[in-house]
């Protein structure tokens, strides 16, 4: 398989990378322009936000948005392109299968393939217009699976607490039911040779101390509660009906 087929990506992530600076409002489209042409063709990419960094606040802050954005996924995807140089026989055709097939002492594939798949995806599960309680059939299947959206949100609250850096998930098991789990660092539920139970995320908060300590500081609790208020319903249900 050529190198460049390998680094084709599934619909749910961007290609690329490099570091985005912290940059003026008025010269962050022209800079943006500069990276994009520059990564072209350097393997995976930086996705752009789907909205302002000031569009979340104040539930979270433009500059942690900056900061989180434009360094530390832009470094989670720039160490992925350099450790792919690395990698030898590589047989996953995308993201989500280098995610299935690397084992624990995969280090810098785990971390940093895990750091761009778990950002992708949590910068479009929020939205400026999110908040409230999902409808339709993702509604029907939280309460059938949890029993109600206020148990869900308990259980989801809790995984959100778990000790140190990692990330809390909603997830679609291999039996099409929904489950509330966390995982440690940059982990998720695709890396089967990692976590006990495989599930394909639908819905991810990043519980990492630079997502939310320069608004909150140690208030943990109170940045998850506000991420309620931001998340985009009708984008999980998508991926609730892509995972099926």
């Known amino acids: 398989m050529k190198k460049r087929d390998f680094l084709r990506v599934s619909s749910t992530v961007a290609v690329g990378s490099m570091v985005l600076p912290l940059i003026s409002c008025g010269k962050e489209e022209k800079a943006?322009?500069?990276?994009?042409?520059a990564v072209s063709e350097a393997g995976f990419e930086l996705?752009?936000?789907?909205?302002?960094?000031?569009?979340?606040?104040?539930?979270?802050?433009?500059?942690?948005?900056?900061?989180?954005?434009?360094?530390?996924h832009a470094g989670y995807v720039r160490k992925l392109n350099a450790a792919l140089n690395?990698?030898?026989?590589?047989?996953?055709?995308?993201?989500e299968g280098l995610l299935m097939e690397i084992g624990p002492e995969d280090t810098a594939l785990?971390?940093?393939?895990?750091?761009?798949?778990?950002?992708?995806l949590f910068w479009k599960i929020m939205s400026p217009n999110g908040g409230g309680q999902p409808t339709g059939d993702l509604a029907d299947a939280?309460?059938?699976?949890?029993?109600?959206?206020?148990?869900?949100?308990?259980?989801?609250?809790?995984?959100?607490?778990?000790?140190?850096?990692?990330w809390a998930?909603?997830?679609?098991?291999?039996d099409g039911k929904l489950m509330v789990t966390s995982t440690p660092n940059q982990d998720n539920p695709l890396m089967k040779n990692i976590v006990d139970e495989t599930a394909q995320p639908i819905l991810g908060?990043?519980?990492?101390?630079?997502?939310?300590?320069?608004?909150?500081?140690?208030?943990?609790?109170?940045?998850?509660?506000?991420?309620?208020?931001?998340?985009?319903?009708?984008?999980?249900?998508?991926?609730?009906?892509?995972a099926g």
């Open 169 to 174: 998930w909603l997830c679609v098991k291999d």
């Open 32 to 37: 943006a322009e500069g990276v994009a042409k």
């Open 142 to 166: 939280i309460k059938s699976d949890f029993g109600s959206f206020a148990a869900f949100r308990d259980e989801f609250t809790a995984a959100a607490g778990l000790f140190g850096s990692g």
């Open 47 to 72: 996705p752009d936000l789907p909205y302002n960094f000031d569009a979340l606040a104040p539930a979270i802050d433009e500059e942690t948005m900056k900061i989180h954005h434009g360094k530390h």
């Open 86 to 95: 690395e990698a030898k026989d590589l047989k996953a055709d995308s993201l």
């Open 205 to 242: 908060l990043d519980v990492w101390e630079h997502a939310y300590y320069l608004n909150y500081q140690n208030r943990r609790g109170d940045y998850i509660e506000k991420f309620f208020s931001l998340i985009d319903w009708n984008s999980v249900e998508k991926n609730m009906k892509a």
């Open 110 to 120: 785990r971390n940093n393939g895990g750091g761009h798949y778990n950002h992708s």
